[in-house]
């Protein structure tokens, strides 16, 4: 690890961190107090969280507070968090394992959204360059490399999904697809109503989706940008939010050698098929992935 690289990351119970998550708030968590009403929106960066977080508070229709990811802060974070009086939507992008433990005590509901890997990785790579809290990477086979190897901020996207898979059929955890969203959103928006016991109407549908769509979302980013309360996804130093429509194209140095990357242990099948499709990646490690592919 080079020292440029230390400075900005840290490496907690195996997984990489940036520095906004620090070490004492991270050991801190396990004493972080749920409420019986708080809303997780967990994901692995890059997988539509900001999306997701948009659609939860137009369901809401703002009555609800949006919070900063759990682990991003110092210990003074979890005062921020218990000083807020309304109902708490919290992202966050902890694998199971290191979830608060009254999370589960209090049998909050919690929504995972699951993300294509091969789109994510592209996401993440052009994220890496564009943030300057982040280590920088010179090319997209080396990125892609430390991807596949779980040296990346959050650690490994397999070992995050798997989990999280465990809780699948637990009746306050609720499972989306990025794609399905894509796909139909008004379904997806009447699902996670459901799940969260709200019913509008199909004309509030509508205007959740309308405010939702990429073209509302972006024009909405000056705001962000200014709010220094601002919470869902790190920023860059200069505080802009960046904010990319979803792309589904290989970095252009995509002509890696895949032979060197094939080498890497345990990956050879998985890697291939990645480098092929992205989408079937997973079949071998996740039932749950296997299933979104499937249907």
Same mark, same amino acid.
């Given at each position: 690890?080079?020292?440029?690289?230390? #400075?900005?990351?840290?490496?907690?119970?195996?997984?990489?961190?940036?520095?906004?998550?620090? $070490?004492? /708030? /991270?050991?801190?968590?396990?004493?972080?107090?749920?409420?019986?009403?708080?809303?997780?929106?967990?994901?692995?960066?890059?997988?539509?969280?900001?999306?997701?977080?948009? *659609?939860?508070?137009?369901?809401?229709?703002?009555?609800?507070? =949006?919070?900063?990811? @759990?682990?991003?802060?110092?210990?003074?974070? =979890?005062?921020?968090?218990?000083?807020?009086?309304?109902?708490? @939507? *919290? $992202?966050?992008?902890?694998?199971?394992?290191?979830?608060?433990? &009254?999370?589960?005590?209090?049998?909050?509901?919690? *929504?995972?959204?699951?993300?294509?890997?091969?789109?994510?990785?592209?996401?993440?790579?052009?994220?890496?360059?564009?943030? $300057?809290?982040?280590?920088?990477?010179?090319?997209?086979?080396?990125?892609?490399?430390?991807?596949?190897?779980?040296?990346?901020?959050?650690?490994?996207?397999?070992?995050?999904?798997?989990?999280?898979?465990?809780?699948?059929?637990?009746?306050?955890?609720?499972?989306?697809?990025?794609?399905?969203?894509?796909?139909?959103? $008004?379904?997806?928006?009447?699902?996670?109503?459901?799940?969260?016991? @709200?019913?509008?109407?199909?004309?509030?549908?509508?205007?959740?989706?309308? #405010?939702?769509?990429?073209?509302?979302?972006?024009?909405? &980013?000056?705001?962000?940008?200014?709010?220094?309360?601002?919470?869902?996804?790190?920023?860059?130093?200069?505080? #802009?939010?960046?904010?990319?429509?979803?792309? !589904? #194209?290989?970095?252009?140095?995509?002509? !890696?050698?895949?032979?060197? /990357? /094939?080498? =890497?242990?345990?990956?050879?099948?998985?890697?291939?098929?990645?480098?092929?499709?992205?989408?079937?990646?997973?079949?071998?490690?996740?039932?749950?992935?296997?299933?979104?592919?499937?249907?």
């Amino acid at each position: 690890m080079s020292w440029s690289e230390e #400075k900005l990351m840290h490496t907690f119970n195996g997984i990489r961190f940036t520095t906004r998550s620090t $070490p004492e /708030l /991270l050991n801190s968590l396990v004493s972080f107090n749920a409420r019986e009403d708080d809303i997780l929106l967990v994901s692995y960066p890059k997988s539509g969280t900001h999306w997701l977080a948009e *659609i939860l508070t137009h369901i809401y229709a703002s009555k609800v507070a =949006l919070t900063s990811p @759990i682990e991003f802060g110092d210990l003074s974070k =979890l005062d921020q968090l218990d000083r807020l009086s309304c109902k708490r @939507i *919290i $992202p966050t992008h902890l694998d199971s394992n290191l979830l608060p433990p &009254t999370f589960r005590v209090k049998h909050c509901k919690a *929504i995972y959204i699951v993300r294509n890997p091969k789109d994510i990785a592209v996401s993440m790579f052009h994220y890496y360059q564009e943030n $300057p809290n982040l280590p920088t990477v010179d090319s997209w086979p080396n990125f892609l490399e430390m991807f596949l190897k779980g040296d990346v901020v959050c650690g490994s996207w397999f070992d995050h999904v798997l989990s999280w898979e465990k809780h699948l059929h637990e009746k306050n955890i609720l499972f989306l697809f990025y794609e399905d969203m894509k796909k139909d959103l $008004p379904k997806v928006v009447k699902k996670l109503s459901a799940f969260l016991g @709200i019913n509008p109407t199909e004309s509030q549908i509508y205007e959740i989706c309308k #405010k939702s769509s990429f073209n509302e979302m972006k024009t909405n &980013t000056e705001k962000e940008n200014s709010d220094q309360n601002h919470t869902v996804c790190v920023l860059t130093s200069n505080r #802009k939010l960046i904010f990319r429509k979803a792309a !589904h #194209k290989t970095p252009k140095d995509s002509s !890696h050698r895949r032979t060197k /990357l /094939l080498s =890497l242990s345990g990956t050879n099948q998985n890697l291939e098929t990645f480098l092929c499709t992205g989408l079937q990646i997973h079949r071998s490690m996740s039932n749950l992935w296997f299933s979104r592919v499937e249907n």
